[in-house]
């Protein structure tokens, strides 16, 4: 396939609507027009929209098949949020927009619809206030992180380390130490949960807290969770919750509830916003009461009458993680979401996501090894062990997924886990789509031993097979997708 500047031909042009008879050219200084013009293809309309059909033709979303990315929470963006985020009235807002008082409205709404998801994630999480701007799950670990390291120093307290187990997300190790602390590891006991000895053994007055994630990236919930959290709270350290796996618990319970002082909660995971290539998301932080002076600048606040305002005087505030006010539109196709399920839907979206999760679980079993097996959360982790006796690897089976018609899992992750499938189906999906990924499951285990090649061939539908991924990020050639 060619590039779109491959394709340009001198002078084709697109549609232009002709400018409306007495509507003057727009003024625009001479300091600011070109003096050569810009480098763009040339190209007519169709040829416009028939590239860009073919390339996302090319690519595979949520939108065009089932996605059970474990951990990631790849579930579908529904339509009502996204027809929400394009209302003008919130689309056309400039951030710099006067807060005037009620009744001069102008940007009341975007404010109150701040301070209401507020709200609404206090009472979920059991926590006395967030942040709603870090602009992902790892920005509001980073944000936590520097949380954990003001408390510590207006205490006085000199603390160096914070404790994270050996299932976790990578994101972890790296937020605590771009903070500035060192990372200790803990290791997991034989059922996958924390090794609590190896907890007690690692607690010192070095220790600024520990980041978990519960339940954790085995799909496990954590049955020790309040003793962890009363051991680590005996040293003054403090409890960071990752909330990547809060689908689950939705309604259910809360992280304020299990000891937790700091929370994260991916909204592009939990509350259904679009992932997008690295972004925009949104990773709202929430802390309990004796960490609420030290949330990010500014923070939404109510006044007498109802109106809302930013509250910038904060003066033991880690200050500034993000411009303005985070990825507001993000944070508003959450705050639709949210409030399109309630209550009762919340709840159902974690029963569902967990029924979801066993139903895959139980009809894989007697195809592929579960190392932790038992009643899981929204996510199972299985093993390709068996089928690597016969040369078929976690990746073989993911990439003949992929022929099959579905994203792979993720694999090799977590890292407790030998030859790794963690798969989430969420609860946004039928029972016919995980039957039928289920089946397609169960076939590429039955071919992993009568027939192996077929599956290390894969995958044979896609535009390229297997890439050398070293040499694709080292010497990346974008122009040749032939
Ligand atoms: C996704 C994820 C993160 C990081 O969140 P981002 O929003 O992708 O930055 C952290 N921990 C776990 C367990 C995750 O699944």
Do not use: W
């Amino acid at each position: 396939m060619k590039v779109i500047f491959e394709k340009s031909v001198p002078g084709r042009r697109g549609v232009r609507p002709a400018r409306q008879e007495g509507c003057p050219p727009p003024e625009i200084g001479p300091r600011l027009l070109r003096d050569r013009p810009a480098e763009l293809p040339e190209l007519s309309e169709l040829d416009v929209v028939r590239h860009f059909t073919e390339l996302s033709r090319r690519n595979f979303g949520v939108d065009n098949g089932f996605y059970p990315l474990g951990s990631c929470t790849m579930k579908y963006n529904p339509k009502m949020a996204e027809q929400i985020a394009g209302y003008a009235g919130f689309s056309s807002l400039h951030p710099l927009l006067p807060q005037l008082p009620r009744g001069e409205m102008l940007v009341q709404g975007a404010l109150a619809v701040l301070y209401e998801i507020d709200l609404a994630l206090r009472e979920i999480c059991g926590m006395a206030a967030f942040t709603l701007q870090p602009l992902a799950g790892a920005h509001g670990e980073l944000t936590g992180a520097m949380i954990i390291a003001a408390y510590h120093r207006d205490r006085g307290h000199r603390r160096t380390t914070i404790l994270i187990p050996d299932s976790a997300h990578g994101t972890n190790p790296a937020s605590a130490a771009i903070a500035g602390f060192e990372v200790q590891v803990i290791p997991s006991d034989s059922s996958g949960y924390m090794d609590v000895e190896a907890l007690r053994a690692a607690l010192s007055e070095r220790v600024a807290g520990l980041m978990l994630t519960n339940p954790n990236t085995l799909g496990l919930f954590d049955p020790h969770i309040r003793q962890i959290a009363d051991l680590v709270h005996s040293v003054d350290g403090l409890m960071y919750y990752d909330g990547a796996n809060l689908n689950p618990l939705l309604g259910r319970c809360r992280p304020g509830d299990m000891g937790f002082d700091i929370v994260h909660v991916n909204l592009h995971k939990t509350f259904a916003t679009p992932h997008g290539g690295g972004g925009p998301g949104a990773g709202p932080v929430g802390v309990g009461e004796k960490l609420v002076k030290y949330l990010p600048i500014s923070l939404v606040g109510e006044r007498p009458d109802g109106s809302d305002f930013l509250d910038d005087d904060r003066p033991s505030s880690i200050g500034y993680i993000a411009p303005f006010y985070g990825n507001f539109g993000i944070l508003l196709r959450a705050y639709a979401y949210l409030l399109a399920l309630g209550r009762e839907g919340l709840r159902r979206v974690a029963d569902n996501a967990t029924l979801n999760a066993n139903y895959v679980s139980e009809k894989l079993r007697p195809h592929y090894d579960l190392p932790y097996g038992g009643i899981c959360k929204h996510e199972c982790v299985f093993s390709a062990r068996r089928q690597a006796e016969h040369g078929v690897r976690a990746l073989d089976v993911a990439k003949a997924l992929i022929d099959r018609g579905f994203h792979p899992p993720t694999v090799y992750f977590p890292l407790t886990v030998p030859e790794a499938m963690m798969i989430e189906p969420t609860e946004t999906e039928s029972k016919e789509t995980l039957d039928a990924f289920i089946e397609a499951m169960i076939e590429i285990a039955r071919l992993a031993e009568t027939k192996p090649q077929e599956i290390t061939r894969c995958p044979t539908t896609t535009v390229v097979g297997r890439l050398d991924e070293a040499r694709a990020a080292r010497q990346p050639d974008l122009a040749s997708l032939k």
